[in-house]
């Protein structure tokens, strides 16, 4: 199981691996990196991006030989080994707890580069388990990546909520936040989002948009990369770059606010402040990235979902490795000054419901943690990543996983396919 760090070499020295933490964090914040994040818990998959040089290890990945997670379908696992991750009960589906009613309409508004895809997948899971309708794109896994909701880009004609119903349960799938149209599909939805810390965020953004190239070309040899690109971020952010307009405050953006360049200082804060205040209003809650399973908790909680329904395999580890000056940060964060604001707001309200959860908080954690390391040790190959997409590396399941780590391993893209093929099917049969 990994420690602190999806790194192969980590798994190897398991037994090492809460001393390993507890080094990363001090070497970490000895250095001139700033790194976000609670000692003791840091969840094995979000230590990735921040890093620092001197701490990467020069460990070869294999690329996977045979079919990788995405090529395997559920008809390939009829032999399906002994698991001990426990199915959904038929009482658990229903209900997990007694004193509280399941929440099963949630719009999930999927912010970029927040582990957000981790989170969709757990909805997915949660959804399909139950046979909820779900919103989908017609084709593909985004509504849009730029504009907020809109009904029209849904072909309810096609895709119509099942069995005859009037409304969906459930979006998941990109597509900024429009309240007034996403209630018109889904009335009376809990709404949900996940922010992450402005300075990992931009940098995670930063290489997966693959901004990198501009800088390349503008400076050839560029030491820093990411140092040249906040040097004026402006210069880079242009029409032809990739999702430029996730740049600037893009957490707000994809929530709602479009910021200005030219907006500074308290004219900005005024503006900020003032949406902060109705997203607190609009949205039941907010989970953050850095604090993962300690949101999930809440999450469970809010929504009286199980424990077993928030068990997750992380999507994609990044592979930036940037280090981050503390002037290049400050720099950062001036810039996206906004998206900072909406970060302390939520932290501050997520440790807010963390104090209310009452005493059992940390034993829960431990299960969490537990059932997450128990998952990993019976679903994931620890010898293989898949590299294919460079932006990001992936786990690969154990030729043996059961069906239950398939469904776990599904993203959101192929998750989303197999949602839309399902509910085709439904209704036809429904409408026969
Ligand atoms: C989030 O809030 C908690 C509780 O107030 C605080 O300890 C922590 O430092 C905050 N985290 C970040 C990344 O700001
Ligand atoms: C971090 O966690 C480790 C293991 O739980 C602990 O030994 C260490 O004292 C902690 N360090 C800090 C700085 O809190
Ligand atoms: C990794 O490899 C590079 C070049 O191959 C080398 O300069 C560096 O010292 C290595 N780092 C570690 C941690 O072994
Ligand atoms: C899936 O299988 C096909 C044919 O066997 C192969 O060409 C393709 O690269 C595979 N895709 C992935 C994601 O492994
Ligand atoms: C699963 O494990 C249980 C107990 O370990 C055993 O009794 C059962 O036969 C196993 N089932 C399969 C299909 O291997
Ligand atoms: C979901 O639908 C399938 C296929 O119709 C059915 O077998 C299953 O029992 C349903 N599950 C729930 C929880 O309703
Ligand atoms: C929706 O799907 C139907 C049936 O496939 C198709 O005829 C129609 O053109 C689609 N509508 C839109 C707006 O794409
Ligand atoms: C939404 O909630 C309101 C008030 O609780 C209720 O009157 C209404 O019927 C609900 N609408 C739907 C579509 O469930």
Known sequence: MLGCSGRRVYALLFALSAAI???????????NLVIFMKNQSTPYWNMQE??????LMNVTVPVPT??????????DLKNEKNTSITEPTQESLKNAGTECKQVTKVVYIKTHKTASSTMASIIQRFGDSRNLSFAVPPRGHILSSRYGFKQNMLNSTKYPPLNGGTHYDILTNHVGYNRHEMEAVIPNATYITVLRHPVNQLVSAFTYFEWTKAVKAYRRGSADLFAT????????????MKFWWQGHNGQLYDLGLKTQNKDTGK???DRVHKYIAVLDRELDLVLITEYFDESLLILKNQLCWSMDDIVYISKGLGTSHHIITQQTRDKLLKWNRGDFLLYQHFNRTLWEKIAEYGP??????KQLRGKLQETFKECINPLKMNTKDRRERKYVLKTTASKNCLKMSFDDIHYTNIIRKKQLKTND???S
């Open 429 to 431: 049969e429904f409408s």
């Open 21 to 31: 933490c507890a080094f990363v964090y001090v070497v970490v914040n000895a250095d």
């Open 229 to 240: 690109f906040m040097e004026r971020p402006t210069r880079f952010l242009t029409g032809k």
């Open 50 to 55: 921040l890093r620092p040089a001197h701490l």
């Open 267 to 269: 004219k900005l804060d």
């Open 360 to 365: 059992t908080f940390e034993q829960d954690l």
């Open 66 to 75: 045979q079919s990788s997670i995405q090529n395997r379908s559920l008809a």
